[in-house]
């Protein structure tokens, strides 16, 4: 089983930086491939970036591509999310989430565990 606790997120102003951090309990990280997911009320939850189990392979939502980074370190059990150039349509809960196989899925389903999320507001 693995825990995760997302950090990190916060108020902004557009055009600003955040970095969110999720840190995974378990000895089994590195079997997982992470992803970062958004959600705003009234929506459904969003695939942002994606990376695999060994960090080789990367995918973004189109709306984040050459804004926002996912990188993973297996060695302190950790998956973070570099966003720049932030913008009001940003504004979510953003959650972290495990899957268990090679690549990360951007079906919300294909994942078995989930962060409780941390919210990220982006003021105009």
């Known amino acids: 089983q693995v825990q995760l606790q997302e950090s990190g997120g916060g108020l902004v102003q557009a055009g600003g930086s955040l970095r969110l951090s999720c840190a995974a309990s378990?000895?089994?990280?590195?079997?997982?491939?992470m992803g970062w997911f958004r959600q705003v009320p009234g929506k459904e939850r969003e695939f942002v970036a994606g990376i695999s189990l060994n960090g080789g392979s990367t995918r973004y939502v189109d709306s984040v591509k050459g804004r926002f980074t996912i990188s993973r370190d297996n060695t302190k059990n950790t998956v973070s999310l570099q966003m720049l150039s932030l913008k009001p349509e940003d504004t979510a809960a953003y959650y972290c989430a495990a899957s268990r196989g090679l690549r990360a899925p951007m079906s919300p389903r294909s994942y078995d565990y989930w962060g409780q999320g941390t919210q990220v507001t982006v003021s105009s």
């Open positions: 378990g000895r089994t990280f590195s079997s997982y491939a």
